[in-house]
């Protein structure tokens, strides 16, 4: 073999272990938050007709653009998702090579970590969750990968370097959960009141998505609402509401939870009821600032990078989402109704931390004097 091509092939390998990561990646972002088996069935299928898709089909990035984005049985549109997450983690896999060499184990760490970040921000984006199987699994990785690297935190003994994984997981964990309780006093609930009566209904669309309130021509997801199942409660007030079309009087208030309902002496569960609707002149709706998965998304990251990159991923990650927030106010695509997710941009932060954090850190350490200096390049 040609010298040039030794020298370049460590480059080509990891392009195309990241190609086929970004492969898998795909499956996990499409099964997990549809509670479906990563293992089975073992081959890709076709989102729409289910058809087990052949090796050929099945090449990153390659098969979509010779299939033109389309099955090739059923003719559906297969989402660009598919070849944009390869074409991303075979080119994060090759910058992280390209700045980890010749520490294969770091190298490998990190290339992990980032493979978790990319699939929790993708399916926080589309469906307002990070999946427990990432983020615990991410949590154990992480200490693995502090035993396997101490070099991950810049230490050469397996005890420091598990307890700096430890740590980290432990601050990025309490500190996303101290987010949560404040939030969840400032702004707990939120109160509509209607000068007439307004129409409401509760319905879920299809099996693959959850229930929704519908009111006043806006949309509140069940997942929005009952972050806290056995707590929290949406109240109705208004004079009716029917359960599947049979109507009943409302004396009171209707109380609904994450799985069942209750007004007065009447009440039963949610199961089976494909819809409940009225009208109201007063609602009150649950809500969370923030969800339970952004807290465990943190202890993984704390897991892999320590307290420095908890704290960078909180920091940046909130500047990064206050500034998409802002670009889209501006542009008026900013929807009362769709809860910002908070994910993506801790994701983003955290890579960024991969890729440039130290440097970033003592850059800004350079800007401050004293104890803070200190703390930060310690």
Known sequence: MPA????????????????????????????????????????????????????????PVVSWLLLRGRCAHC?????????????TTALLFLALWQRDRPDWVLALAHAVFVSLCLAAAWIDWEHLIIPD????????????????????????RIFHSLGQSAYGAFLGFGLIWLVILAGKLAFGRAQLKFDALEEW?????????????????????WSDMFCRPGVDRLRIRGPWFAVDGERHELGGELVVTMTGYRAGDLGGNLEGVERLEGEAEKIVIPREAMGLGDAKFMAMTGAFLGWKGVLFGIFGGSILATAVWIVCW????????????????????AVLWVFAGPELLRAYAG??????????LR
């Open 133 to 156: 199987e990432i983020n615990y699994t991410g949590v154990v990785l992480g200490f693995l990968a502090a035993a396997a690297a101490p070099s991950l935190f810049g230490v050469e």
């Open 330 to 349: 501006l542009a008026g695509r900013v929807e009362r109704s769709r809860q910002i997710p908070f994910g993506p941009y801790l994701a983003a932060a």
């Open 367 to 376: 800007m401050t004097g004293g104890m803070v200096r200190e703390l930060l």
């Open 201 to 221: 209904d509760i319905a879920q669309p299809d099996p693959e998505n959850e229930p929704r309130l519908r009111v006043a021509g806006h949309d509140y997801c």
């Open 4 to 59: 040039f091509l030794l020298e370049y092939l460590p480059a080509i390998a990891a392009v195309l272990i990241g190609a086929c990561a970004g492969s898998f990646l795909n499956v996990c972002i499409y099964r997990l938050p549809r509670d479906l088996s990563v293992r089975q069935p073992a081959r890709s299928f076709c989102p729409s007709c289910r058809t087990s898709l052949p090796w050929y089909c099945n090449i």
């Open 75 to 87: 003719s559906a549109r297969i989402s660009i998702r598919y070849p944009v997450v390869e074409l």
